[in-house]
């Protein structure tokens, strides 16, 4: 069975560009979270969804970003406008309803901004 | 709130040594407690989770934990180190279910 897929794996852009990654989800998972790691901030949650409905979005920084997940097997992250400090990993992972299940997480995406 | 606190933001040890991470954590209810491991350039892969059973716990790779609420803590060990074992190590907590908080991790080194 595939993992949780994201692309792009590295995107490289420049101040100002508008930035979309992509994740699919496994299969039959209900609940997907995006996360961003820093240096500066480590590993932290910036929106999550069940069942394609944001349940918690207090860590999306501000509304240059937002996240959508239109169906079960589908979420995007928009960056616009993109800024330097937002240079990042960010990854997606996804989970099974059942809380005490083990959320798996992608390889995440690189991004760079200029 | 809950919160992680890893002690140690690096750790050193030699081929064969005991492998020991700490954490602590702090929440209101009982939690859920995981720990992931980093390999450069890759995601989380989860090493174990204690999910209030047993409270020692057995992960891959020959790791263990145990869960001690008296104390609040929930370290990582591991008796014989490997060179594959080098990576970022991160403890995290949910309630019931939910998002993860992480610590801020701990990169384990091991020396031949």
């Known amino acids: 069975d595939a993992g949780v897929i994201q692309s792009p794996r590295h995107e490289v852009t420049e101040m100002g560009q508008e930035v979309t990654l992509r994740c699919k989800p496994i299969s039959g998972h209900n609940s997907l979270f995006w996360y961003r790691q820093t240096m500066m901030r480590g590993l932290e949650l910036l929106i999550y969804f069940n069942n394609n409905v944001p349940i918690d979005d207090s860590g999306m920084p501000e509304d240059r970003f937002s996240a959508k997940m239109p169906n079960a097997s589908f979420s995007t992250l928009k960056i616009q406008p993109s800024e330097p400090r937002d240079s990042a990993v960010y990854f997606c992972?996804?989970?099974?309803?059942?809380?005490?299940?083990?959320?798996?997480f992608g390889p995440g995406t690189r991004l760079t901004v200029l | 709130a809950q919160s992680v606190t890893q002690l140690g933001s690096h750790v050193s040890v030699s081929e064969g040594a005991l492998v020991l991470l700490r954490c602590n954590y702090s929440?209101?209810?009982?939690?859920?407690l995981f720990w992931y491991v980093q390999y450069p350039n890759q995601g989380l892969q989860l090493l174990l989770k204690y999910t209030s059973a047993a409270t020692l716990v057995k992960g891959i790779n020959g790791f263990e934990a145990e869960f001690k609420k008296s104390e609040t803590s929930f370290h990582l060990t591991k008796p014989s180190a490997h060179m594959s074992d080098a990576a970022e190590y991160f403890c995290?907590?949910?309630?019931?279910?939910?998002?993860?908080?992480f610590g801020k991790g701990t990169t384990l080194s091991v020396s031949s």
């Open positions: 929440s209101s209810v009982p939690p859920y």
């Open positions: 992972a996804s989970k099974k309803g059942v809380s005490t299940d083990t959320q798996y």
């Open positions: 995290a907590v949910s309630l019931a279910g939910t998002a993860l908080i």
